[in-house]
């Protein structure tokens, strides 16, 4: 099993944001790439954990209507 779909504590956040934010949050995860990730992490594994990270941000984010197309 790829240790990047292996979890092996969960952890939930809960953040608060103004319409504003959730908007412009939702614009920079439609948009950003796996290339964005790769440059900021140290490894690919490290960048698709990344990404993993911020659908369920976006998928959070659609879930009160935020979702750019």
Same mark, same amino acid.
């Given at each position: 099993? &790829? &240790? $990047?779909?292996?979890?092996?504590?969960?952890?939930?956040?809960?953040?608060? =944001?103004?319409?504003? #934010?959730?908007? *412009?949050?939702?614009?920079? *995860?439609? $948009?950003?790439? =796996?290339?964005?990730? $790769? %440059?900021? /992490?140290?490894?690919?594994? #490290?960048?698709?954990?990344?990404?993993? %990270?911020?659908? *369920?941000? $976006?998928? /959070? *984010?659609?879930?009160?209507? =935020? /979702?750019?197309?």
């Amino acid at each position: 099993m &790829s &240790s $990047r779909r292996h979890n092996p504590k969960e952890i939930t956040i809960t953040v608060t =944001f103004n319409e504003s #934010q959730a908007w *412009l949050y939702a614009q920079l *995860l439609k $948009r950003i790439t =796996f290339t964005d990730y $790769r %440059a900021r /992490a140290m490894n690919d594994e #490290q960048a698709y954990v990344m990404i993993d %990270a911020g659908e *369920l941000i $976006r998928d /959070a *984010l659609r879930e009160k209507g =935020f /979702a750019p197309r």
